[in-house]
């Protein structure tokens, strides 16, 4: 597949897939041409790492799992530390964010009721 076809197929454009591969974060084939090449199986990786930057993960830590993914299975046990980590942290920031719903919920409410008193009282 062309960088186009996987750039549709991922919703990512061209340019952010050349920048993972520049940082080591996807490893591409390249065809006799020396254009890139990718595989099937490199769709739900290039979502993945989409779905950890989205997560909070820093590009030095992606790197990092992305180094040991290519090793191959015999890194597994390191890989699960580095998500059960990265989990941690993502519930970390859900707690925080609920805690600034609810901040932004109990301030909506004191001006919607502060807007209701007032129009009560002109009346």
């Keep these: 597949m062309k960088i186009g076809e996987i750039a ?3 919703n990512l454009p061209a340019s952010t897939l050349r920048y993972y591969e520049k940082k080591g974060l996807l490893k591409v084939d390249r065809d006799k041409n020396g254009r890139r090449y990718y595989k099937e199986s490199d ?3 290039i979502k993945f790492i989409r779905r950890l930057k989205e997560t909070g ?3 030095k830590d992606i790197q990092h799992y992305s180094e040991l993914r290519y090793v191959g299975s ?3 046990p390191e ?3 580095i998500l059960q980590l990265h989990r941690n942290y993502v519930l970390e920031q859900q707690l925080k964010w609920t805690e600034y719903l609810q ?3 109990d301030k909506i409410e004191f ?3 502060s807007i209701k008193n007032i129009t009560k009282h002109n009346l």
Aim: proline share 0%; charged share 20%; glycine share 0%.
């Design 74 to 76: 015999i890194t597994m």
């Design 57 to 59: 993960m820093l590009i």
């Design 111 to 113: 001006y919607q009721q």
């Design 8 to 10: 549709n197929k991922t």
């Design 103 to 105: 901040n932004l919920d």
């Design 43 to 45: 769709i739900e990786w």
């Design 79 to 81: 890989r699960l530390q």
